[in-house]
């Protein structure tokens, strides 16, 4: 039996021998990580430099994608598993580290096409963001919005769209901010902070609204990755997505509400000098 993966069935839309050199590293493998990497491994792409210190828990179960056999194990391992297993040929570093400590992180950044930011913590995002200016590399960061009420995806290409940092700066010349308990509080999270003291309780969002969002960070990706390629896949002409999943008073009015942005390189910010 051929253990390559066969693209018969999608290679009228995408070949990937034409990319099979493209290196994606990513941070974070979480509920939102672990399906955007399975995603772009069926779509071709092989060659990957993984960080995450992370074990899989019992809690994760409700989010990510992976099987209860692989509790207590890094994720880096079990991602490394499920990559080599759909593809044979692909090619996976593992790094379970942090990436503010890890002595490997500046290298991936550097031999990678493109970074892929998906951690938890909106100050990895910036450190990210921050090397990926640094190196000239293009990111593609998402994040969902407490209690899963939507999500935000957002794209740096060096020199031709705004950084990170862009991002806070146009938001906060546009006081544009929405503060954290316009979001709302489920009644769990209620419970937790008022009922049982644990401040630092985030609220999750469902599995559902999670992956929501990282396929589009995947679409992103493929298009950042793709610009200069001849594929199905056009280069989209904005870099800032902001999508609502479902109602919430004086942030969305409906359900799949998208609004899209191309945020230039801000003057005030480091990444517009480069
Ligand atoms: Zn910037």
Redesign the pocket.
Known sequence: MNLNLDYDRISYLLNPEQFKDIKITVIGLGSGGAPAVDHLTMNGFRNWDLYDHDILEPVNLVKHPRMRKDLGRLKVDIQKEWILDRNPDAKVNTYPENVLQSENFINSIKTSDLILSCPDLKIIREFISDKC?EHQKPFVTASVFRTGIGGEIYSYIPNET??Y??LN?HLMNNNAFIPDDAFGLTDEEEEKIYGLGEKDFQASGLSVDIQTISLIQVRMAMSVLLRNFDTSIPKMNFNWIVYGIRPKKGIFNQHFDIRKFNLK??KA????NK
Do not use: A, K
């Open positions: 200016v705004g950084c940092r862009c700066l390189p801000q910010c480091n990444c517009s």
